[in-house]
């Protein structure tokens, strides 16, 4: 007869340890100046953050990030413990020569690799290396609703070698929706024309849902946001919202645009997945290059 030894609790014991550690999530920004990022990542974990400058009143003028800052955060839903660190850029493609305007971003990501690196090869190495690597990088396009500008196309095929890139299409709210429909099949043409390859990546551990789920996700992208750093009445409802001329845009209304669809796919379904991708995909990549650099 067969006894029962109880080893199927070890995916408690893993859940255990998992929770004691906590987990880490590290997304950059990129894009244009005034595109709204510094915006959109407070709506997305808006409950959560505080922006550590200070919020805005009305009537300063636009904040400016001038440099590569990180600005850290632990939130807590149901003793999940995550630390998010995101990373904000200063806004590149502003200049009037934007020659290799990306390399301080992409030099950015390869130093995390780099550093990630020299820990794991250490002799008395830690058993548990602090990440920094980006795990994700949000792309914001400008919502001209025409196409992709060429620095666009070079700079998104320059990331997505050592990042898992994700396109987004700034202030959609100043986009109709037959327009808006159309930039994204106009994108998703472009990006296919010109062979970048962005995530989510298909591999053969996949099973039928997941690869589903990734179809669904490449069917979307770019995701067409609108961030708010301000609540809005309506309908009585104190909600994230804009308010223009012509009425209100209330960020969580799918109807209005795909910030809660953005948001899912970044903390509901693929968090693990953007993480296990950078180690495995572009990390391995990065790592598998500088030791056989070492060996020549
Ligand atoms: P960043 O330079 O990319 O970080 O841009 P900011 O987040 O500082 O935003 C620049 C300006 O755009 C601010 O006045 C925001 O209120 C405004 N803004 C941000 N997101 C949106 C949006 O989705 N729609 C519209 N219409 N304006 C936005
Ligand atoms: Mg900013």
Same mark, same amino acid.
């Given at each position: 007869a067969t006894s029962y030894v109880g080893f199927d609790s070890i995916t408690q014991q893993i859940e255990h340890k998992l929770l004691k550690r906590g987990f880490q999530f590290n997304v950059i920004v990129v894009g244009q100046t005034g595109l709204g990022k510094s915006t959109l990542i407070n709506t997305i974990f808006a409950s959560h953050l505080i922006d550590s400058k200070g919020r805005r009143e009305a009537d300063e003028p636009v904040r400016q990030t001038t440099e590569i800052q990180t600005v850290s955060h632990v939130i807590t839903e149901n003793g999940v413990r995550l630390r998010l660190n995101i990373v904000d850029t200063p806004g590149y493609g502003d200049q009037v020569n934007n020659e290799n305007c990306w390399d301080p971003i992409v030099k950015y990501i390869k130093d995390q690799h780099s550093a990630y690196l020299r820990k794991e090869l250490t002799a008395m190495r830690d058993r548990y290396i602090q990440d920094t690597r980006i795990h994700c990088c949000l792309y914001f396009i400008n919502p001209t609703g025409h196409s992709l500008r060429p620095i666009d196309q070079i700079v998104m095929k320059k990331l997505s070698e050592v990042v898992n890139v994700v396109p987004v299409i700034a202030k959609s709210d100043s986009l109709? &929706?037959?327009?808006?429909?159309?930039?994204?099949?106009? @994108?998703?043409? %472009?990006? $296919?024309?010109?062979?970048?390859?962005?995530?989510p990546f298909d591999t053969d551990e996949n099973d039928e849902e997941e690869v589903q789920l990734n179809e669904s996700i490449r069917n979307m992208i770019p995701f067409?946001?609108?961030?708010?750093?301000?609540?809005?009445?309506?309908?009585?409802?104190?909600?994230?919202?804009?308010?223009?001329?012509?009425?209100?845009?209330?960020?969580?209304?799918?109807?209005?645009?795909?910030?809660?669809?953005?948001?899912?796919?970044?903390?509901?379904?693929? &968090?693990?997945?953007?993480?296990?991708?950078?180690?495995? @995909?572009?990390? %391995?990549? $990065?790592r598998s290059k500088q030791l056989l650099a070492l060996k020549e």
């Open positions: 109709t &929706l037959e327009e808006r429909e159309a930039f994204k099949q106009k @994108i998703r043409a %472009e990006l $296919f024309h010109h062979s970048i390859r962005l995530y067409a946001v609108v961030g708010s750093e301000r609540n809005v009445i309506i309908d009585g409802k104190s909600v994230r919202g804009r308010k223009n001329r012509w009425g209100v845009v209330n960020v969580e209304d799918e109807t209005h645009c795909e910030f809660v669809s953005l948001r899912n796919f970044l903390t509901r379904t693929h &968090l693990q997945d953007l993480i296990e991708t950078t180690a495995q @995909i572009h990390y %391995e990549a $990065f």
